[in-house]
């Protein structure tokens, strides 16, 4: 596992494919405070109620000057149906291959029903992107609850 960051880290730059198979890089975010949360897998209960929780509140953190962004390891497909299923507002990356949950250390050793599980760690992460589109972590949260997140998250951007 990728050691953690924390605020003042430098956001590791990331290019994931959208749920309509298209590119999307942090640096698309340019001068913007991006939210971006891992899930381990979109249609799961849990991970649903995180995304209709952030669905809900999008348009509070877009006045706020916020962009929200979702990745998950599932597959350009599967994001596809969970956004038209769920009715998700924002957009959802992929990365089977890991390269952004390694980077944000969002994947690894976690609990499961009392037993120790290789897989996605639920992590939330505010970014401040600069003009030439690199990113510093502002807020970095690790092993977060689905149920409420989004509200205490609210709560604690003001938002």
Excluded: W
């Excluded at 009715?87 to 089977?96: A, M």
């Amino acid at each position: 596992m990728t050691a953690r960051l924390t605020p003042g880290s430098i956001a590791p730059a990331f290019t994931l494919n959208n749920a309509d198979g298209k590119p999307v890089s942090l640096a698309d975010y340019s001068s913007r405070a991006v939210i971006v949360y891992f899930y381990p897998a979109a249609m799961t209960p849990g991970c649903t109620t995180q995304a209709v929780d952030f669905t809900e509140a999008q348009e509070a953190f877009t006045k706020a000057g916020y962009s929200i962004i979702g990745i998950s390891p599932d597959t350009v497909e599967k994001l596809a149906k969970f956004t038209t299923t769920s009715d998700v507002g924002f957009t959802l990356l992929s990365d089977p291959q890991h390269s952004a949950l390694d980077a944000y250390g969002a994947f690894g050793v976690k609990k499961l029903y009392g037993k120790e599980v290789e897989g996605v760690l639920r992590s939330t992460f505010v970014i401040d992107v600069n003009t030439q589109g690199e990113g510093t972590i502002r807020v970095a949260q690790y092993n977060v609850r689905a149920t409420g997140h989004v509200a205490k998250l609210r709560r604690e951007l003001g938002v």
